[in-house]
Nanobody, 123 residues
């Protein structure tokens, strides 16, 4: 029932910033934990960040702490990922994810995910 559509990816130079958006359908957005994961060619999926449904608790991968910020706007059924100080290692397809349980999002056992948006960081 939940559909997720990512946007905001693009090409940016090292040190630049991008803001990814994920628009969710449905009437239960505020009951879903949301998150982001990424996958680069030849690499496994990697958890990036997650945010809880009701309390606003956030979880970040060590690789992005201090650089990325996840937030949500329940009025718009949208979750964001603000990415600053981008590095070439951040190059990947970024996917939005959702699940009733924050733990499942963090562990990438989520119920829903989108089609992804490409992020490329040039050096």
């Amino acid at each position: 029932q939940v559909q997720l559509v990512e946007s905001g990816g693009g090409l940016v130079q090292t040190g630049g910033s991008l803001r990814l958006s994920c628009a969710a359908s449905g009437r239960t957005f505020n009951s879903l934990a949301m998150g982001w994961f990424r996958q680069a060619p030849g690499k496994e999926r990697e958890f990036v960040a997650a945010i809880s449904a009701s309390l606003g608790n956030t979880v970040y991968a060590d690789s992005v702490k201090g650089r990325f910020t996840i937030s949500r706007d329940n009025a718009k059924n949208t979750v964001y990922l603000q990415m600053n100080s981008l590095k070439p290692e951040d190059t990947a397809a970024y996917y939005c994810a959702a699940d009733p349980a924050l733990s499942r999002v963090v562990r990438m056992g989520f119920s829903y995910w989108g089609q992804g948006t490409q992020v490329a960081v040039s050096s």
